[in-house]
């Protein structure tokens, strides 16, 4: 059983950076695949961003492409989201999610498992 813990959530102006992480605990973390997802009020939860095991390979959504950065240190046990040019329609509950195998998706069921979340509000 893997546990997820997400951190680094907070109010920011629009324009401004937050760097999320999500560390892992009770399984092999360097043998799954990690994704952060995003959720908003009345909205379904969307794929942001993933990354494969390795590190070597990741996606991205188009709303955030070019201004998230997904990275992950498996000494650590962390998977890390550095976004920057934050906007107001990137405010939501995000969360990490783990998945065992090499396959980099951005399909929600795809994960097994899945943190508790992290609060990002962008004010305008």
């Known amino acids: 059983q893997v ?24 399984g092999t973390f360097s043998s799954y695949g990690m994704g952060w997802f995003r959720q908003a009020p009345g909205k379904e939860r969307e794929f942001g961003a993933a990354i494969h095991w390795s590190g070597g390979t990741s996606k991205y959504a188009d709303s955030v492409k070019g201004r998230f950065t997904i990275s992950r ?8 989201l550095q976004m920057n040019s934050l906007k107001p329609e990137d405010t939501a509950v995000y969360y990490c999610a783990a998945r065992p195998g ?19 509000t962008v004010s305008s």
Do not use: F, I
Request: proline fraction near 2%; charge should be neutral.
């Open 3 to 26: 546990q997820l813990v997400e951190s680094g959530g907070g109010l920011v102006q629009a324009g401004g950076s937050l760097r999320l992480s999500c560390t892992a605990s009770g």
């Open 73 to 80: 240190d498996n000494a650590k046990n962390t998977v890390y």
């Open 102 to 120: 090499a396959v980099v998706t951005t399909t929600p069921k795809s994960y097994e498992y899945w943190g508790q979340g992290t609060q990002v």
